[in-house]
């Protein structure tokens, strides 16, 4: 199983009045490494890939450690661990850096592929699919439904 790996700088605006990283400032790092992890897909034969729309259908998210302020950016590891017909889920862990023991979350993120000209979810096209098969976790039993 392959792994996505985006490089999250740290704000200092990433910061709340206790010192260290907001909980909802985790959410903004989710989302950065999932955009790019999602249009890394190049576009073929016209389709427009995930670059078409895609919503968030839900998020949830373990605070492991709390995380501080630094220079280094912080690693957002990405795979993911099922695929619908219409939907993905994204697995996550925020980390030091690429294969770090310690973690600071551990996050994942339903994903419904959209079309924003019909104002509706769609299907995942077959482009998407054999992408996003390459970053499945191979030992989540029934992971690929559709």
């Known amino acids: 199983m392959a792994r996505h790996i985006y490089r999250c700088p740290l704000r200092w605006a990433d910061m709340d009045a206790f010192g260290h990283v907001n909980n909802v ?8 490494a999932r955009i790019d992890f999602m249009f890394r ?29 630094r220079h280094e950016p912080v690693v957002v590891e990405s795979w993911v661990t099922r695929i619908n017909a219409a939907s993905l889920t994204i697995a996550y862990e925020v980390k030091d850096t690429e294969g770090a023991a310690e973690i600071y979350a551990r996050a994942s ?38």
């Open 25 to 32: 400032v985790f959410l903004r790092y989710l989302e950065e």
């Open 41 to 69: 897909l190049q576009p073929g034969d016209g389709s427009p890939s995930f670059s078409g729309g895609s919503v968030v259908a839900r998020h949830e998210i373990d605070y492991v450690r709390p995380l501080v302020h």
């Open 109 to 146: 993120t339903v994903v419904v592929p959209y079309n924003l000209e019909a104002g509706r979810p769609r299907r995942i096209s077959a482009e998407e699919k054999s992408y996003l098969l390459r970053f499945l976790e191979e030992a989540d039993e029934g992971a690929l439904v559709a």
